[in-house]
């Protein structure tokens, strides 16, 4: 079966760090994405893990354990306009010529001045 | 250039109509994907086509009929539909690339936003 979970929804003020995170039991795997949708609109890439470690961009940051099937997203200098939900997606299948994500139910995020 | 099109914006029918939403790449991509978004729920995967041909179909009901008329373009026929149809639906696309060098991130669309009478 395919399992992805995260938190549903997370508070933070403007200026600080929130850390989403987000764990998955899936049959197969093949990296695992971030994005970001703001209500109403299309969700947008931000990060891409295939190895374990830290990946840094901006102001973002995703981990990944494989081992612990376990990845967090890092958001530092929180801004109103990152109030937004937050999917984690779990590649489980690539053929070469297509993709196949699972994503998991999003974490809606809430920024307060 | 990451950019996806979708037409309609937004879209309402009845029961008994007939309708198709559009899609549309220029960045070269060969994997399209439809997807359909609930509120407050994660996208789920309806169809992938690859290379113009459908390499899979997540047991979606006939009443949605995808088609790819080229490498660019990406439509959902739909015919029949019912409220619970109503939804957000998103097209995305991918470079569809071999594994272990690139990403292949899946990009997507802006939306059309159905509502089934």
């Known amino acids: 079966g395919q399992n992805i979970d995260q938190p549903t929804e997370m508070t933070a003020t403007e200026g600080a760090i929130v850390q989403i995170n987000c764990t998955y039991q899936?049959?197969?795997?093949?990296?695992l994405f971030w994005y970001q949708q703001h209500a109403g609109e299309a969700p947008t890439f931000l990060s891409y893990?295939?190895?374990?470690g830290l990946e840094e961009k901006g102001r973002f940051s995703s981990f990944l354990s494989r081992s612990k099937g376990y990845s967090y997203l890092l958001l530092k200098e929180l801004q109103m306009k990152d109030s937004a939900s937050y999917l984690c997606?779990?590649?489980?299948?690539?053929?070469?010529?297509?993709?196949?994500?699972?994503f998991g139910a999003g974490t809606r995020l809430a920024v307060h001045p | 250039d990451t950019e996806v099109t979708q037409t309609p914006k937004h879209l309402v029918m009845g029961m008994t109509n007939k309708k198709s939403l559009k899609c549309e790449q220029h960045?070269?991509?060969?994997?399209m994907y439809w997807y359909k978004q609930k509120a407050k729920k994660p996208p789920e995967l309806m169809f992938v086509?690859?290379?113009?041909?459908?390499?899979i179909n997540e047991s979606v009901p006939s009443r949605f009929s995808p088609e790819c008329p080229n490498s660019s373009l990406l439509n959902l026929h739909l015919h029949a539909l019912q409220p619970e149809d109503s939804a957000l639906y998103l097209c995305?696309?991918?470079?569809?690339?071999?594994?272990?060098?690139?990403?292949?991130?899946?990009?997507f669309g802006p939306g059309t936003r159905l509502t089934v009478l």
């Open positions: 086509y690859s290379y113009e041909k459908l390499s």
């Open positions: 995305a696309s991918s470079q569809g690339a071999q594994s272990g060098r690139r990403t292949d991130t899946q990009y």
């Open positions: 899936t049959s197969g795997f093949n990296g």
């Open positions: 960045m070269g991509h060969r994997a």
């Open positions: 893990n295939v190895l374990d």
């Open positions: 997606a779990v590649r489980v299948g690539f053929s070469g010529g297509y993709n196949k994500l699972i």
